[in-house]
Structures are given as C-alpha cells and as structure tokens.
C-alpha cells in the first residue's frame, strides 16, 4: 500500500537551530516526493519536489531509496520558517494522485 | 505557476442540504483534482475531473455524494450533497501543470451544522 508517514506532528526548534522534517514513505514503484508548506492563513504551496534537487528557501531534501525517506533540512532555522509542512508521493502510474502525510507544524521560537 | 480561484472561501450550511464549490484556472489545464481535509487531518484526494468525462473517484467516495462537472479545461465544481456534520472539511481544487506538479487553490472552508 502507498503510504507516507511523518512521525512528528509538532518540532519546536529556536532560532538559528537546524531543522530536519522527517518523512517515511512505503510504495514498491518509484516515486516522486514532494515538500509542501502551508504557512499561517495562505495557502498550499510547493516547497521542493526531489527530481529537481534544488534547495529553496535554504530548505534541502534528499531521497533516500535505501531508507525509503525524504526527510527535509534546513541547516539554520528562522521565525518565517514556522509553518505546516506535508511530505507527499506521487506514484509512477501517471494517475497524478498525490498521497499526503499528516504533516508537521514547525514552530521556530525567537 | 497557474492561478487558481475558489468560490465560496467558506459556508455554513444546515444538514441535508447541498454546496457547490467552483474551481476556476487561469490558464488550460489537462488534470484538476479535489481534496478533503478533515479537521486535524491531512489531505485525501476525492476525485480527478476530466474534462470531458465522468471524473474519477478513489475509494471511499461515490459520485451520489460528491458529484463533479469539468465543462471546460479551466472550469470545475465539486458538489457535496445531502451534507451531515461529517462533511464539515476543507475542500482544495488543484491543477497539475506540465511539470507534474500539482498547485492548489485557497481551499473552501464548510461547516455543516
């Protein structure tokens, strides 16, 4: 079965301290990941998606096939980092299905 | 990336009643999708709209509950029907651009009292 688990539902880290979002996933295929974000009264948006391995927002994630984990990093945590994140997978039958995890809300104190 | 509108933003509505949501897009878009979030839950996919044809349901949801048009390729809407307190979520349109990327709406915010 397709599934992606976050096992955090809350991270608290202070300000300038690294941050890591943990994100599991199970599917036999192979699939796209992405990190979307959903900061305080706007909407979902695309953070970062694996296949274009680029880093935004100093926001970095790495598909780890072995551990079946894309966990995202940030090296120094800042305050507009606070927000809801969703890890999610798009499986390889083209169907463009997007299975999301329960998501993690960041909260960077001063 | 396209730019995508929902109406209503929110609604409350009595139970056994019914609430059309619309999906508008600015630009043509081949796949649109409907989500449901529950509250303190994550994102379920309902439904892929075709255009064209009957949309595409995942388990666990039935077109008698939630019907859906795709007159156009920047035009959709999700009804949900007979509604009970259950139903109270929030409901996200997205489109999936050339990219394989999917970019979501604002969200329609229903409470079903």
């Known amino acids: 079965a397709q599934r992606v688990t976050q096992p955090e539902k809350l991270l608290s880290v202070f300000k300038g301290a690294p941050v890591e979002l943990k994100c599991n996933y199970s599917y036999s295929g192979s699939p796209e990941l992405f990190w979307y974000v959903q900061y305080s009264r706007q909407r979902l948006q695309l953070l970062l998606r694996?296949?274009s391995r680029e880093s935004i927002k100093g926001f970095t994630a790495d598909l780890n096939k072995g551990e079946t984990s894309f966990h995202l990093r940030k090296p120094f945590a800042q305050e507009e980092d606070s927000a809801m994140y969703y890890c999610a997978l798009q499986g390889s039958s083209n169907t463009g299905k997007l299975i999301f995890g329960q998501g993690t809300t960041l909260q960077v104190k001063p | 990336s396209a730019v995508i509108s929902q109406k209503p933003s929110r609604d409350i509505c009595q139970r056994g009643t019914s609430l059309t949501i619309q999906c508008q897009v600015d630009?043509?878009?081949?796949?649109m999708f409907w989500y449901r979030q529950q509250p303190g839950q994550s994102l379920t996919l309902i439904a892929t709209?075709?255009?064209?044809?009957?949309?595409?349901?995942e388990s666990g949801f039935v077109i008698d509950k939630f019907p859906i048009s795709r007159p156009n390729l920047t035009f959709s809407t999700l009804t949900v029907s007979n509604m009970s307190p259950e139903d109270s979520s929030i409901y996200l349109c997205s489109v999936e651009e050339n990219t394989d990327t999917q970019y979501f709406g604002p969200g329609t915010r229903l409470t079903v009292l």
């Open positions: 630009s043509q878009v081949t796949m």
């Open positions: 709209a075709n255009q064209g044809s009957e949309a595409t349901y």
């Open positions: 694996h296949i």
